[in-house]
């Protein structure tokens, strides 16, 4: 991961907006190849916007997305995959009546290399061995925590370099998400695969990943590795609900953030 | 509607509108003239509310009541501990009405700080605004002996608190107005005992170098002051006035506060420092006090929205402010207006200065008043082309506020006007350092003789520090702080706060300190505007995570570069800036580096940021 490589996604100055509304306001930001970079930040700070720009769903107002130095700024999603890179979106979304099997070749659908495919499939079977035991059955039934793996698999089926990976923790039992956490750090390790994870549950998110983003109304506030990260007083006291007790017991009023 | 061209309404009134030697005396005295008549007004939960007379002088009444049945005897100190708002306001005068000292605290000050200055004051009770400042009271409780009683303005989150020290306000209230109606009268009877030489009010100067030091302030020279006050610029009970400068700071406390409690005029209290901005649009302050800093962002917002605007409205108010630039410049040159200019005027008001003046929420102003620290002439020489007069007073803590303040009838930027008609000024002819005597002027420093003996001399003229010269019309300029300048290796004399303050008209500089003592040439540490530079980040694609990402960008670098080329053009080569550094960390008021005010402290960031500085002079 050393700096004169050129990273595998960079952010220039990115501002996107629903409408009216501006979602993200100038952000830049970039992943180096094989790194786990976390973005966290509040509900509405714009940490979804950033990865459905990158993954092209959004067209920035401004600024610009590079995927290996070239400008993928606003190009059609279907390209943006055939790039090598994922979307694994918040809330899951997978194909409620397909079965699991045809939900994991839609991930495929832009592969032409056969044996690839069925090699993924049976890897993705071995992460996750309870989608092989459900592969017939349609992917609606699955539980939350199943439909989460699926979609991380089907993220998977397309053979990526880099993973954008949409708060996996959504709606699942504290167990549900170490799991995965831990299957997300494995496809890092293994694979080699890039993750670009946003998340709410700073905890966990900090200790999977090696670099982290603070996002807070659409800008960035705060850069560094996650280890500096979880010893900063701000981190600790909004994000980790960590805070040092006053002189009484219970404290009610919150501290000014400084970011630093 | 006034205008630049004829300001007679600002005339001053030197008739006594209350009568009263002391503050009580006056309280007691205006509360019954004015029974009916609103004078506070704040917001609870979201919707204004007003407090008439009658209603503060019974709050007030019960209140001292409740002090007097906590022990607190005439002469004992109490501290407030709390952003401004009514309560602050009231606790103030009862503390005053039960012959007691008041003392107030800035709300961002640090624990330790409060431990001080409760020590140093030697007070027996405490105001606190609400748990998080009452963290801080009760952190500090055990080194702090003779404090008997916290009263807590809010009380919300603290239901489950049982501590013998704390109580609530509005319980302290119900204490006294019970206490009160088995003892009637005794507050009253306290009052009246008070004595106008008798100690009024502690004010702690910011303290830019060392502990803050409490400068003492008798009854009677508040009560003078705030006569004085109405002399230079008259206000009345139809004047809505803004409070929101911390109180513990003499702006607000005697020309806010005390200056209304005397005139009548309706003080509106903000919500809290953050919602300034819009609270001024809400109030529409016919009379406003206020600092540099708040000018200079008031500006810096509409030139930011000047930017988003389209080409037309540009250059419509492009014409508009030119329009008033004209009518500034022969007002300020005592020129008659023609009549032609003034229809311009009219034209220009209507179609965009208006609504300028709008966005800001100084539409209703009659004058504008800053004080407390050097403003830039350009910076007045705008507001005065809005159409709105702009008049600078100046005066520190020691004087109980302005000292000097310029006249509506004769305006001249730069300067600060002449000696106001209640006091002396005069230079020291061999310093040229600005001397002040007069009943306004303070008592001493608390505790502090040695400090008191430097600051007042034999004569009862009291040392500024301030170095200025006067010109023939008798108006003085300040040219810098007496410790602040700066010798260069070169042997010459140079008074930062000039090029300073044409650093900070910038919009995209908030506040900067020159170096240079003992140096081949000039260097600055500046504090970039955050809001400004992120917009003109993101205008021109820099790429930026964090704050200090921001100062580091080349793009940045060269826009602040740009900006101290355009100051530097206003000076001789020896007072040219060479190089600068940006401050890399983004600083609240709660940090060392600033006072209470905003304002850096010079010699800490020259210590702090020493190896920063050695690398701009290192080649």
Same mark, same amino acid.
């Given at each position: 991961m ?17 409408g ?15 790194e ?7 509900n509405g700070?714009g ?5 459905k ?7 920035p ?5 590079l ?8 190009q059609?999603p ?12 918040e809330?899951?979304?997978?194909f ?71 708060e ?12 995965i ?8 390790r ?11 549950n ?9 670099r ?11 850069e ?9 007083d ?7 609900g ?11 009023w919150k ?6 | 509607?006034?205008n630049?061209w ?36 704040q ?6 509310r ?32 709390a ?8 606790s ?14 800035y ?6 700080q409060?431990q ?29 002996p003779r ?7 809010d ?6 608190l ?8 509005e319980a302290?209230?119900?204490?006294g ?9 005794t ?20 303290g ?7 400068a ?19 206000q ?19 020309g806010?506060?005390y200056h209304? =409690?005397?005139?009548?005029? %309706? @003080? /509106?209290? +903000?919500?809290?420092?953050?919602? !300034? ?5 809400? *109030? ?25 605007s ?20 022969r ?15 009219? =034209?220009?008001?209507?179609? %965009? @200065? /208006?609504? +300028?003046?709008?966005?800001?929420? !100084?539409?209703?102003a009659r004058?504008? *008043?800053?004080?407390?620290?050097p403003?830039?002439?350009?910076l ?14 100046w ?39 600005i001397?002040?005597?007069?009943? /306004? ?7 502090l ?18 170095v ?5 019309d ?16 070169g ?37 970039i ?6 917009k ?21 670098l ?20 060479k ?41």
């Amino acid at each position: 991961m050393s700096g004169d490589q050129t990273p595998i996604l960079q952010l220039l100055n990115v501002e996107s907006s629903y409408g009216p509304i501006k979602a993200i306001r100038g952000v830049s930001l970039q992943v180096n190849a094989g790194e786990i970079v976390t973005v966290l930040g509040s509900n509405g700070a714009g940490k979804s916007t950033i990865l459905k720009t990158i993954s092209g769903i959004i067209e920035p107002r401004k600024g610009s997305v590079l995927h290996q130095g070239q400008d993928i700024t606003g190009q059609d999603p279907a390209a943006i995959v055939q790039r090598g890179v994922s979307h694994v979106p918040e809330g899951r979304e997978v194909f409620p009546l397909l079965s699991v099997h045809d939900n994991l070749l839609m991930g495929a659908y832009t592969r032409q290399d056969r044996d690839g495919v069925a090699r993924d499939m049976a890897q993705v079977y071995a992460y996750f061995p309870i989608l092989q035991e459900r592969s017939g059955q349609h992917a609606g039934l699955l539980s939350g925590g199943q439909q989460q793996m699926l979609a991380l698999s089907r993220a998977l089926m397309a053979e990526p370099d880099m993973i954008l990976l949409d708060e996996p923790s959504l709606g699942l039992s504290p167990k549900l998400t170490l799991e995965i956490f831990e299957i997300v750090v494995r496809i890092n390790r293994e694979r080699g695969t890039t993750i670009l994870l946003v998340e709410q549950n700073a905890h966990m998110a900090l200790n999977a990943a090696d670099r982290g983003y603070v996002l807070e109304n659409g800008r960035i506030v705060m850069e560094d590795s996650c280890e500096r990260l979880r010893e900063k007083d701000d981190i600790r006291e909004f994000y980790l609900g960590m805070k040092d007790d006053s002189v009484r017991t219970e404290r009610r009023w919150k501290k000014k953030k400084t970011w630093r | 509607m006034s205008n630049l061209w004829n300001l007679q309404d600002l005339q001053g009134n030197t008739e006594i509108i209350v009568a009263g030697d002391t503050i009580p005396a006056m309280f007691w005295q205006a509360a019954a003239q004015r029974a009916d008549q609103v004078w506070l007004r704040q917001k609870e939960l979201g919707i204004w509310r007003s407090w008439t007379w009658q209603d503060c002088a019974n709050t007030v009444q019960d209140l001292g009541h409740g002090l007097m049945s906590l022990g607190v005897q005439a002469h004992d100190r109490c501290a407030i501990l709390a952003n401004t708002s009514r309560e602050w306001v009231l606790s103030d005068l009862a503390i005053l009405c039960c012959g007691a000292v008041s003392n107030g605290i800035y709300p961002t000050d640090a624990a330790s700080q409060v431990q001080y200055l409760c020590q140093d004051s030697d007070s027996v009770v405490l105001f606190v605004e609400n748990d998080e400042q009452l963290d801080k009271a009760l952190a500090v409780r055990d080194q702090l002996p003779r404090l008997r009683h916290i009263v807590v303005f809010d009380m919300t989150g603290l239901q489950q608190l049982h501590d013998p020290m704390v109580m609530g306000w509005e319980a302290l209230v119900e204490r006294g107005r019970a206490w009160g109606q088995e003892q009637p009268g005794t507050l009253r009877a306290r009052s009246d005992a008070c004595q106008a030489q008798d100690l009024a009010i502690l004010v702690y100067t910011s303290g830019t170098t060392g502990k803050p030091k409490g400068a003492m302030h008798s009854h009677a020279g508040l009560v003078y002051a705030v006569r004085g006050f109405n002399t230079l610029a008259r206000q009345d009970a139809r004047d809505d006035r803004m409070c929101f400068l911390p109180l513990c700071h003499i702006v607000e406390r005697i020309g806010g506060e005390y200056h209304a =409690l005397y005139t009548g005029a %309706v @003080l /509106n209290f +903000v919500e809290n420092p953050e919602t !300034i901005p819009e609270n001024v649009r809400e *109030i529409a302050p016919t009379v406003f006090v206020a600092v540099p800093r708040v000018w200079e962002k008031f500006y810096s917002s509409v030139m930011i929205a000047l930017k988003e605007s389209s080409p037309l409205q540009q250059m419509t108010y492009a014409w508009g402010i030119g329009v008033g630039q004209r009518i500034a410049e022969r007002v300020l040159a005592q020129q008659a207006v023609s009549w032609v200019l003034k229809c311009q005027f009219t =034209l220009a008001r209507w179609l %965009v @200065l /208006n609504n +300028v003046r709008k966005l800001i929420g !100084i539409h209703r102003a009659r004058m504008l *008043i800053s004080g407390a620290a050097p403003i830039s002439p350009s910076l007045i020489k705008w507001y005065l082309s809005l159409g709105v007069p702009m008049l600078e007073a100046w005066g520190m803590t020691e004087t109980c506020g302005a000292s000097t303040a310029m006249t509506a009838a004769r305006i001249k930027p730069g300067s600060i006007g002449p000696a106001a008609g209640f006091n002396e000024v005069r230079l020291d002819p061999i310093t040229n350092e600005i001397l002040v005597r007069g009943p /306004n002027v303070f008592m001493g420093y608390l505790n502090l003789p040695d400090k008191t003996a430097e600051a007042l001399d034999a004569d009862g003229w009291l040392h500024t520090g301030d170095v200025g010269e006067v010109d023939a019309d008798g108006y003085f300029r300040i040219t810098d702080r007496m410790k602040d300048i700066i010798i260069t290796a070169g042997g010459k004399n140079i008074t930062p706060s000039e090029f300073e303050n044409e650093l900070k008209f910038s919009p995209y500089i908030t506040d900067a300190v020159l170096i240079g003592d003992q140096r081949p040439y000039l260097t600055a540490i500046i504090m970039i505007d955050q809001d400004n530079v992120e917009k003109f980040a993101q205008d021109h694609d820099v790429p930026f995570s964090n704050y200090a990402s921001l100062t580091q960008s080349q793009a940045v670098l060269d826009l602040i570069q740009s900006v101290v080329d355009q100051a530097n053009a206003q000076f001789a080569r020896v007072e040219q800036v060479k190089k600068f550094w940006l401050l890399d960390t983004q600083l609240s008021a709660e940090d060392e580096e600033l006072t209470p005010t905003m304002k850096l402290k010079r010699q800490l960031v020259q210590k702090k940021y020493a190896p920063h500085i050695e690398a701009m002079y290192r080649s």
